[in-house]
């Protein structure tokens, strides 16, 4: 039986979206330019705007550092963060409610005690930060760099952490869907954690961000950015995760681009992005999830806490 809370919860949300939902000139300018939705099919695009709807209605955006927060701003963010959810449902994103913009990278004081015992200081400039239940934090200048297909993704990177902080620390462990292996999850990305440390460790110039390698949980975040942004890229280094990535986001983003034939309704063309179309590779300073900057016990691709 569903719950009266949840009953009156969708109840709200159907008549936002009755009412509220996001208006077409501010949806296309909004997205217009970016190749990330092209390949969306209509079905696709009208969920995503009923899913960003709501993410723009209850999430409440902070503007910081002299950001000027417009729809536009406010639209394209709850764009970019629904598309992992698309086949998921908006709970996935319960427990946090803030999104802090600032309008590019933003200061991080740190500091660490080394192995003498002295204290050493330092600033980090970030790009996007999330905390266990608390704000997600976001440059705009990157938020603008994202969905390009370019293999580069800061809203998806931090929503990534999102659903994997639902059960404890971003330990790349999400929960997983009825059915899911959670063994097969363990043992899969483990396996290609593993490869991918090796490989930056005798310094190859891996096409996937060498950041991946910071933690288990980066891996997983990172890994989400290219399975959107570049799903061949993934399918190809890593068809394992690709797969087990597909199950669960519920969405098959290289077939997406493999079947896509309809004309991209932004830009009146099609096409995919292949790999050998130019490729501008940011490398920005990341971040690090607020509960996982020290310490380097964190879990591997598993979680006792379910
Ligand atoms: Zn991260």
Same mark, same amino acid.
């Given at each position: 039986m569903i719950s009266p809370l949840r009953l009156f919860r969708q109840q709200r949300r159907r008549k936002l979206l009755e009412h509220r939902l996001i208006s077409e000139s501010t949806w296309f300018s909004a997205l217009g330019g970016l190749p990330i939705f092209r390949f969306l099919n209509a079905d696709e695009r009208e969920r995503l705007r009923q899913l960003a709807t709501l993410f723009?209605?209850?999430?409440?955006?902070?503007?910081?550092? @002299? $950001?000027?927060?417009?729809?536009?701003?406010? =639209?394209?963010? /709850? *764009?970019?963060?629904?598309?992992p959810i698309l086949n998921l449902d908006f709970d996935w994103y319960r427990g946090w409610q803030t999104v802090v913009v600032y309008p590019g990278g933003f200061i991080r004081p740190r500091s660490e005690f080394d192995d003498i015992g002295v204290m050493h200081e330092w600033e980090d400039v970030l790009t996007g930060e999330s905390w266990e239940r608390g704000p997600v934090i976001l440059s705009w200048a990157d938020v603008q760099g994202s969905g390009h297909c370019e293999g580069y993704n800061v809203v998806i990177h931090e929503m990534a952490h999102k659903l994997d902080m639902?059960?404890?620390?971003?330990?790349?462990?999400?929960?997983?869907?009825? @059915? $899911?292996?959670?063994?097969?999850?363990?043992? =899969?990305?483990? /396996? *290609?954690?593993?490869?991918?440390n090796a490989r930056v460790d005798r310094e190859e110039d891996t096409p996937i961000d060498p950041y991946a390698a910071e933690e288990p949980g980066e891996f997983f975040a990172v890994l989400s950015e290219y399975f959107f942004?570049?799903?061949?890229?993934?399918?190809?280094?890593?068809?394992?995760?690709?797969?087990?990535?597909?199950?669960?986001?519920?969405?098959?983003?290289?077939?997406?681009?493999?079947?896509?034939?309809?004309?991209?309704?932004?830009?009146g063309g099609k096409g995919r992005p292949t790999q050998e179309?130019?490729?501008?590779?940011?490398?920005?300073?990341?971040?690090?999830?607020?509960?996982?900057?020290?310490?380097?016990?964190?879990?591997?691709?598993?979680?006792?806490?379910?």
């Open positions: 723009v209605h209850e999430k409440i955006f902070e503007p910081a550092g @002299g $950001m000027v927060l417009d729809d536009r701003v406010r =639209v394209r963010i /709850a *764009a970019l963060a629904c598309l639902l059960n404890g620390t971003a330990d790349g462990f999400p929960n997983l869907h009825p @059915g $899911m292996s959670r063994r097969a999850w363990t043992e =899969v990305f483990t /396996a *290609a954690f593993e490869d991918f942004e570049l799903p061949d890229l993934v399918r190809a280094e890593y068809p394992a995760v690709y797969g087990l990535l597909a199950q669960f986001y519920r969405q098959d983003p290289a077939a997406r681009l493999d079947s896509s034939s309809t004309a991209d309704p932004f830009h179309s130019p490729q501008v590779r940011h490398h920005p300073v990341r971040e690090a999830p607020a509960d996982n900057i020290s310490g380097d016990d964190h879990g591997r691709f598993e979680n006792d806490q379910r």
